[in-house]
Nanobody, 115 residues
């Protein structure tokens, strides 16, 4: 069974840090590009960060310098370290794995940045 399971969301104060983790099962993880998307209420889902099979990373401009994505092919995991969090980072964060026309999604984890 193909599955992506996110963990690590929660409530954090502005300026704080939070780490998200995504564990994959049922797929050959190393052949997938993996990333994190987020969706805030009333907004479209957007790509936050991605790491390719070659290890190349890319980030949406609003998180550059604050977020770091990494993958561990031995553990079938992808993590997102989020620092200097802002209220506008509040959203449901989704893990994604994609290769060719195949897209796999996790169920999401809620991140709330508020004082």
């Amino acid at each position: 069974q193909v599955q992506l399971v996110e963990s690590g969301g929660g409530l954090v104060q502005p300026g704080g840090s939070l780490g998200l983790s995504c564990a994959a099962s049922g797929i050959i993880f190393s052949i997938y590009n993996v990333g994190w998307y987020r969706q805030a209420p009333g907004k479209l889902r957007e790509l936050v960060a991605q790491v390719t099979t070659a290890g190349t990373t890319n980030y949406v401009d609003s998180v550059k310098g604050r977020f770091t994505i990494s993958r561990d092919n031995a553990k079938n995991t992808v993590t997102l370290q989020m620092n200097s969090l802002k209220p506008e980072d509040s959203a449901v964060y989704y893990c994604n794995a994609n290769v060719y026309a195949v897209n796999v999604w996790g169920k999401g984890t809620l991140v709330t940045v508020s004082s």
